[in-house]
């Protein structure tokens, strides 16, 4: 998986569906400024059931309409298989060739199992190539510092290579801050006999508070060193920022100078940031910061 010669990785944007006509604006926007840098794709979260997975058809729908490269997540809780196939069938008209396959939330309260017809993202990956062999290319979710619902590091890894076996393509990592973290799960992979490319999964630093409280929640370590920084800024959020920016464009160069196959920016429907870390690397090839 070593790509560190490649002229220039390939990037690709997560994206969330807006839930207000003015946030569908704002993002159509967002969207015009990150297509710049040349992404392999933009994915869209989702949302079982309602409105929530509408606005999600909304934003795949304009992207499409804009010929952009589009890969919907899809999740399995709650869903069952004839709705999950029907999905399917809408992207593959739309074109779509890649999808993000996951578990999804579990409902409040709720414990494993008894959820639906599918509980894990194996069995919805297996259903993927079971119903459409290799017309969609599958990313899955990675976990280099381990799900937070997971028992140990070797249940999550036993769990990582069931998606990988029922046919995943390749994998998308949750955020982090510890290059080692990522260079150890690759080895503790490639003793798994998991050979699938793993994108490293980037999260900008723009507020701290919000990112805190959202790293607790989804067991991703934001290192102390870097930690007091950022409360040492107070409300100064442009010294948050531009110290943000520092750390993760050094963790990014760290990465892609070590092989990683690419990054999947965590953009949380902004831009800014995330155009000034890959003008820093030089992204796309020649670019330069501003």
Known sequence: MDTANQETPAISFELFPPKTE????????????LNTLKPEYFSVTYGAGGSTQERTF???????????????????????KDEILEILKRYQTQGIRRIVALRGDLPSGSGLGGLGELNFANELVALVRQSFGNDFHIEVAAYPEFHPQAENAHQDLDNFKRKVESGAHGAITQYFYNADAYWRF?????????????????????????????????????????????????????????????????????????????????????????????????????????
Request: charged residues 20%; aromatic residues 6%.
């Open 22 to 33: 003015k946030g569908m604006e704002k993002l159509k926007a967002v969207v015009s400024r």
């Open 186 to 290: 690759l080895d503790d992979c490639k003793q798994r006999g998991i050979e699938i490319p793993i994108i490293p999964g980037i999260m900008p630093i723009t507020n701290y508070s919000s990112l805190a409280r959202f790293s607790d929640a989804c067991g991703a370590e934001i290192p102390r060193w870097i930690r007091k920084r950022l409360e040492s800024y107070g409300d100064d959020l442009d010294s948050i920022q531009q110290f943000g920016a520092e750390v993760v464009t050094t963790l990014c160069r760290q990465l892609l100078d070590g092989g990683a196959p690419g990054l999947h920016f965590y953009t949380m429907n902004q831009s800014a940031s995330v155009m000034q870390i890959c003008a820093a690397l030089g992204l796309p090839d020649g670019a330069t910061a501003s």
């Open 58 to 80: 909304a934003t795949v729908d304009w992207l499409r309409g804009q010929g952009i490269d589009t890969a919907p997540h899809l999740s399995c809780i709650g869903t069952d």
